[in-house]
């Protein structure tokens, strides 16, 4: 029965910290005016916000009905793959221009990114070619 | 023998990290659940092993553990921060900044786990790898000092890295 009492409190309080945390993850996202600092609020403020989400439904299957561990599996998805899209979207704005140009790399000639052939040169947007 | 193991499991690891993912989306811990996650384990690292040749060799599992616990520290210290510089701080006094890491690591694999790494600890997102994989571009949220941001992703995880990826 005491062990009862303790889940729904720490059912509730993942559940506060994992709203509490998705909220500023959208807060950041609207508040930020860069592309590039937007990146920063969902990719890490919703990984926590997620997990702790998902921890109070871990806790809440164990305790009340017999304990699935699907949960972990998502996040470790969610682990694994949100880095891939961040990458993605940060590719994106270096290759469209929408924020400052990052520094040449020290040993290789450039960016992946940048590293257009001569002969689609003429489709790149104005921003970039100077690079 | 040699051979013959890495022919029939050409990603050791893989296969077993498969049969755990499969155990765990059927909930059930049984002996024919076990057998079929293991042909799964089997199958999949074998039908796809022509698009991923080589095979991370000697790898740490002992130090690799250390680093899942460091990183997990580590990402839930970077919520806080980040979140604390989303509540408090106005956008004219945030100060954004491309970080450049020159990379030691030459393994793929190595590469991609600090890459992700960095994305998911202390307000930075990695962006873009040079065209050579010689350096990795990093993004900052809030940094007075990007060569401090540099040594420490080198000194925290790219070391230890190293040491996994032997």
């Given at each position: 029965?005491?062990?009862?009492?303790?889940?729904?409190?720490a059912v509730a309080f993942c559940l506060i910290v994992g709203a509490a945390f998705s909220l500023i993850g959208s807060i950041g996202l609207?508040?930020?005016?860069?592309?590039?600092?937007?990146l920063h609020a969902p990719t890490k403020v919703g990984t926590v916000g997620i997990g702790a989400l998902l921890l109070a439904s871990m806790i809440?299957?164990?305790?009340?009905?017999?304990?699935?561990?699907?949960d972990l599996l998502i996040m470790a998805f969610l682990f694994v793959t949100a880095p891939?899209s961040a990458?993605?979207?940060?590719?994106?704005?270096?290759?469209?221009?929408?924020?400052?140009?990052?520094?040449?790399?020290?040993?290789?000639?450039?960016?992946?990114?940048?590293?257009?052939?001569?002969?689609?040169?003429?489709?790149?947007?104005?921003?970039?070619?100077?690079? | 023998?040699?051979?013959?193991?890495?022919?029939?499991?050409?990603?050791?690891?893989?296969?077993?990290?498969?049969?755990?993912?499969?155990?765990?989306?059927?909930?059930?811990?049984?002996?024919?659940?076990?057998?079929?996650?293991?042909?799964?384990?089997?199958?999949?690292?074998?039908?796809?092993?022509?698009?991923?040749?080589?095979?991370?060799?000697?790898?740490?599992?002992?130090?690799?553990?250390?680093?899942i616990v460091i990183v997990l520290w580590d990402i839930m210290v970077a919520n806080v921060q980040v979140a604390w510089i989303v509540l408090t701080?106005?956008?004219?006094?945030?100060?954004?900044?491309?970080?450049?890491?020159?990379?030691?690591?030459?393994?793929?694999?190595?590469?991609?786990?600090?890459?992700g790494t960095i994305t998911l600890t202390p307000g930075t997102v990695?962006?873009?790898?040079?065209?050579?994989?010689?350096?990795?571009?990093?993004?900052?949220l809030?940094?007075?000092?990007?060569?401090?941001?540099?040594?420490?992703?080198?000194?925290?995880?790219?070391?230890?890295?190293?040491?996994?990826?032997?």
């Open positions: 029965m005491i062990w009862e009492t303790v889940a729904i409190y609207l508040k930020f005016n860069d592309a590039m600092t937007r809440h299957a164990q305790i009340f009905s017999d304990g699935a561990l699907h891939i990458n993605f979207i940060a590719k994106v704005n270096i290759h469209k221009g929408s924020c400052t140009a990052p520094p040449p790399p020290p040993e290789d000639d450039t960016w992946s990114t940048l590293d257009v052939p001569e002969t689609d040169r003429a489709l790149m947007p104005e921003t970039e070619a100077l690079n | 023998m040699k051979r013959a193991f890495y022919w029939l499991l050409p990603h050791p690891f893989l296969t077993l990290l498969l049969t755990v993912v499969w155990l765990l989306l059927q909930g059930t811990v049984s002996p024919g659940m076990v057998v079929f996650g293991l042909i799964l384990g089997i199958l999949i690292p074998w039908g796809t092993a022509a698009w991923w040749p080589g095979t991370p060799s000697g790898l740490r599992l002992s130090r690799m553990a250390v680093y701080k106005p956008n004219a006094r945030l100060r954004p900044a491309w970080v450049v890491v020159p990379l030691e690591l030459r393994q793929p694999e190595a590469i991609t786990v600090l890459a990695s962006a873009d790898l040079s065209d050579e994989g010689h350096s990795l571009l990093v993004h900052a809030h940094t007075d000092d990007p060569d401090a941001v540099r040594d420490d992703i080198k000194q925290r995880y790219e070391r230890r890295l190293l040491e996994i990826f032997t």
